[in-house]
């Protein structure tokens, strides 16, 4: 469609990923992020296999998963319709809320900043 966005409905894990990855560097202190693993999941299945790297991600039918020293933590459904700024931020925000919530992170804010 001429003039839409690219949003995740036209992106696979792959490419995700590389908008992700530079998110979690900042939000993240370097022990986190040295024990970080975090892929993108079926949405109904929170404990399943990672998705290939090739797999396009759809209209919340995924969600981030990840792992920060053994605490375990997910994202809302990425959403077809936002733009990657807009997906990146939403997955940021699922991350502050579990960053302050956790055991190493209890009550801190950290973001967001500017990632554009």
Same mark, same amino acid.
């Given at each position: 469609?001429?003039?839409?966005?690219?949003?995740?409905?036209?992106?696979?894990?792959?490419?995700?990923?590389?908008?992700? =990855?530079?998110?979690?560097?900042?939000?993240?202190?370097?022990?986190?992020?040295?024990?970080?693993?975090?892929?993108?999941?079926?949405?109904?299945?929170?404990?399943?296999?990672?998705?290939?790297?090739?797999?396009?991600?759809?209209?919340?039918?995924?969600?981030?998963?990840?792992?920060?020293?053994?605490?375990?933590?997910?994202?809302?459904?990425?959403?077809?319709?936002?733009?990657?700024? =807009?997906?990146?931020?939403?997955?940021?925000?699922?991350?502050?809320?579990?960053?302050?919530?956790?055991?190493?992170?209890?009550?801190?804010?950290?973001?967001?900043?500017?990632?554009?």
């Amino acid at each position: 469609m001429a003039g839409h966005e690219v949003g995740p409905a036209s992106m696979n894990v792959a490419e995700v990923v590389a908008l992700l =990855t530079p998110m979690f560097r900042e939000m993240l202190h370097d022990d986190e992020l040295a024990s970080l693993r975090f892929g993108i999941v079926p949405l109904g299945e929170p404990d399943g296999p990672d998705l290939r790297d090739d797999d396009p991600v759809r209209f919340n039918g995924a969600v981030v998963r990840w792992r920060i020293l053994g605490e375990r933590g997910w994202s809302r459904g990425l959403d077809a319709d936002d733009d990657p700024v =807009t997906l990146v931020r939403g997955v940021q925000s699922d991350l502050q809320d579990f960053i302050s919530e956790s055991d190493f992170g209890w009550g801190q804010l950290r973001g967001p900043r500017d990632l554009v």
